[in-house]
C-alpha cells in the first residue's frame, strides 16, 4: 500500500486531468469492461462499498500521469460521490488500491505484459487480468495474481478470486447484440451470472411459462366443471 504524508498539500481529482485524450484502440477496450460492470450493478444491487472504473485514470502520485487501465474494481470506496460521479481514481482520497486490473489487448500491444504489469504490481493491486482476443495458441484469458510482490499465473477458466468472492472466466456469448467471446463473472460453482440482456429474457420466459401454467389450469378446471355438470351436479354448489 502506497502511503501519503497527511500533510502535503496534494492536488483534488477536481484539480487533476480526468482524460489523457488518448483513445482507445478498439470498441472491445471499453465494452468488454462496461459488460462486467454492468453484471456486477446486478449481482451487487444492494451493495455500496464497490467501484468498477472504465478508461478511467488512477492516479497514484502527485508528480506521475495517472495510469489508466480498460477497467479495474476497487472494494470498500464509495459507489457515487454524487450525481456528478468520479472525474477520476485518486489514491489519496479513496485510500484504496483497486483490487484488481483489466487490459483487453489490441493489435498493438501497450506494455500490457511488461510496463503496466510492473506499474501494477508496484500498486500493490491483487489480481491482473489480461484478455487477448487475438492470441490462437497461447492463452487468451490470464489471470495474475500478486504473491510477495510477484504476479503468478492462476490456471482455469473461470478462475476464483476469493478475496472479491467471484470468479472471472471468458465464453461464447451475446451482448449488445454482438455473438462472440467475452468476459464474465461466475459464483463459486462456476455459473456465470446472467447479462441484462439474458435477464430481461429470462424473466420474459418466465411471466410466459406462468401464464401458461395459469390458462393450463383455468381450462383444467372449466373441464372438471362440465363433466360435473354432465353428471347432475352443479360444481357451484361445492365451493
Not at 450493478?41 to 467501484?51: I, Q, S, Y
Not at 472494494?75 to 477520476?88: A, M, T
Request: proline residues 7%.
Amino acid at each position: 500500500m502506497l502511503k501519503y504524508d497527511p500533510l502535503a498539500c496534494l492536488p483534488s481529482s477536481e484539480e487533476l486531468p480526468d482524460s489523457d485524450d488518448t483513445p482507445v484502440d478498439n470498441e472491445l477496450q471499453n465494452i468488454i469492461p462496461g459488460l462486467l460492470k454492468v453484471i456486477l450493478a446486478m449481482v451487487w444491487a444492494e451493495r455500496m462499498d464497490w467501484f468498477f472504473g472504465i478508461d478511467m485514470g488512477i492516479y497514484h502520485d502527485p508528480d506521475l500521469p495517472a495510469i489508466v487501465p480498460d477497467g479495474f474494481l476497487s472494494l470498500g470506496v464509495e459507489r457515487f460521490y454524487d450525481q456528478n460521479l468520479r472525474l477520476s481514481y485518486v489514491l489519496w482520497e479513496e485510500k484504496r488500491v483497486p483490487i484488481l486490473a483489466l487490459e483487453v489487448v489490441s493489435q498493438t500491444y501497450r506494455g500490457e505484459y511488461s510496463t503496466k504489469k510492473a506499474e501494477y504490481a508496484r500498486l500493490g493491486i491483487l489480481y491482473y487480468v489480461v484478455y487477448n482476443p487475438f492470441r490462437r495458441r497461447k492463452p487468451r484469458l490470464e489471470v495474475y495474481k500478486l504473491v510477495n510482490n510477484v504476479y503468478e499465473f492462476q490456471d482455469g477458466n473461470p478462475v476464483w478470486l476469493p478475496e472479491i468472492g467471484l470468479g472471472i472466466g471468458m465464453e461464447q456469448g451475446t451482448y449488445l447484440g454482438i455473438p462472440r467471446e467475452w468476459l464474465y463473472w461466475y459464483n463459486q460453482q462456476g455459473q456465470r451470472f446472467l447479462t441484462p440482456e439474458e435477464d430481461k429474457k429470462l424473466a420474459q420466459q418466465q411471466t410466459q411459462q406462468a401464464e401458461q401454467e395459469a390458462q393450463q389450469a383455468k381450462r383444467r378446471a372449466e373441464f372438471l366443471a362440465e363433466q360435473l355438470r354432465s353428471l347432475g351436479i352443479d360444481p357451484d354448489s361445492l365451493s
